[in-house]
DNA sequence: TTAATTCTAGACAGATCTGTCTAATTTGGT
DNA sequence: ACCAAATTAGACAGATCTGTCTAGAATTAA
């Protein structure tokens, strides 16, 4: 693996477990045993380091969901199998994701305030780009555009409240607990 | 205002804005005209300082949210009050939260993410005894226990993904479009 | 083989971090 | 007015931070 990906696979995973503020160069450095010239060969600051790290959280972890959910036919079993997905992700059973700290774009723009930031419009995209899949598989079972993206907002707003809730208070079955919620909402219809 | 309060809500309001890790002492200490031999007579480290602000968020953030629940009879219209609430929140109608950058406690715990840490815990006692005021409400109008767990449950996601939504995304409805799901499953009921 | 590029190791600068210490000043109770 | 406690200002230590620089080693391509 390339110099860079290393630094930007290491810079992810202490990001991710300790925040952002909390980690130096100096430690991911050491960490992924690259020399300091080389990172700044690479990057051009630490928030640069910190961009790419989100934006390959955002490549890693949408693919993944987006397989997933795939892996379902369209519409609502998709939706359902993707509280499935967190369910995994919460209990430590998705490699890719690491360990469970929540979630790195919430925690992150917990730290880049500044919604102009251009890390914190990262972690928006990020956001905004799982809602439209939700809402591509509730189009599937809506019967208006308006429905759906209610639906899609519903189960959003679920998703994220089970993330918050299994990351600090250590629900690890927040996700299952979401999932009634949401199966309610979708089956009587 | 005794000093060890000015140091409180000077290191409270950095802290949220900017993050823990990114705010140092003296910068807490030059803002809030504190000498920093004071700080230490006060608190024996930062860490001490960043219990002792997560601690006064806790007081003033359900003392604010209890009372404007109670505003409104108990049961389902303060269960409906707790998502205009959290609205007003959002757009900055509520000085003594501060301008809104989303949940301090959730933003906290993408610092501290070890749940052993008393930072952590606080956090985490902090959304536990919301969810435990909305509990108490839900029982109001559940004919079970479990029931009212549910329903609890329910809009205390619904609760964390809004301000998760509202903060990330910017989305200022997001309290609102929470509360228009919500009322949907209370009053077919 | 040679030439260009990439990487390493680490010194270094300058800023900032937490926390300690001293000594003078202010405050508050009696 | 007097004494004790609290506060101030700031120097200081030692660690750590980001980022630059240099010089040599490793790698790659022609």
Redesign the interface.
Known sequence: MGRRQVLIDTALRLFY???I??IGINQVLQESGVAKQTLYNHFESKDSLVEAAVEHRDKVFFQWLETRMNSRPAGREALMEMFDAVHDWFNNRVPTLHRF???F???????Y?D?EHPV?KR??AH??RVFELLKRHALEICTSETEAE?LA??L??????????A????DLD?AL??K??ASR?ISPH
């Open positions: 477990e300790h925040g503020h909390a700290y929540g979630c774009f919430i925690n992150t723009c917990g730290e305030s919604p914190h972690c928006a956001k905004t209610e907002n519903a959003f707003l679920l998703k994220e409240g089970a993330i918050v809730k990351h600090v208070e250590g927040a607990k979401a009634a919620v909402m």
